[in-house]
């Protein structure tokens, strides 16, 4: 998951912990082995390789393709999973080096949702475009997690974790909440906004750790598909409370799409926020 995972656990059952901790890293490593762009020989590998020939998913995959495509149509067209193609010449170390302005355009004719053909049983990707589940895998496989934990241990409070995006399983025992810390997005790394959460999703998105810096502008790591470069006037950071970690992540990223207009956009979705510019 390319970042920190953690489970919180309310319990003095060692062997309740352990197991619980067995049954996330399966399903974590199940869903990374087979989603992430970063694998070779695996599905996502076999996608993005076709060259343009039919490859057969599964149903799991075929959902989230669908979910994919409910975020392209709810975002109008600015959440776009072919996108991804744009990090062959976006680098988002902290660095100043911008690409090139042909860079950029040479990859845009492989951007593009619509194009994409798929059904329940297979998917057809044209020559040179790619997909990339990397704006909605993490926050899939907290979801996931989390449904195994509340699975295996009914009666317990579990607090998945993974680099932010969380989902907290029911209340705790003493119907007190949990405090989580969202680091603040400002120069200051050592601060923190605490919120409090007694079950729901939970998660965060913003530049606080992958940006480019040059003349003293800061380029946001979220793209618009239709530029090819960073988002304009985006918030520096958005944090949303929803029933799920996978809606709270799409959310966040739909505002952070927005630019100037996120805080508008977040009055109207009806849920808990927090916006910081």
Known sequence: MAS???????????MLANHLTSVAYTETQRIEQKFSR???????ANINHSQGKPVAIDDEAFRLLEFANSCYQLSDGMFDITSGVLRQAWKFDGSDNLPASNTVKALMPYIGWQKVQYDSSSIILAEGMELDFGGIGKEYAVDCVAKLCAEHAATTSVVVNFGGDIQVTRARHNQQPWHIGIESPGDDKHSSNILKIVSGGLATSGDARRYLLKAGKRYSHILNPETGYPIENAPRSVTIAAPHCIQAGLLATLALLQGANAEAFLEQQNVKYWCYR
Do not use: V
């Open 4 to 14: 920190p995972c953690e489970l919180l656990i309310e319990t003095q059952d060692s």
């Open 38 to 44: 970063y694998q070779p020989n695996n599905l996502m």
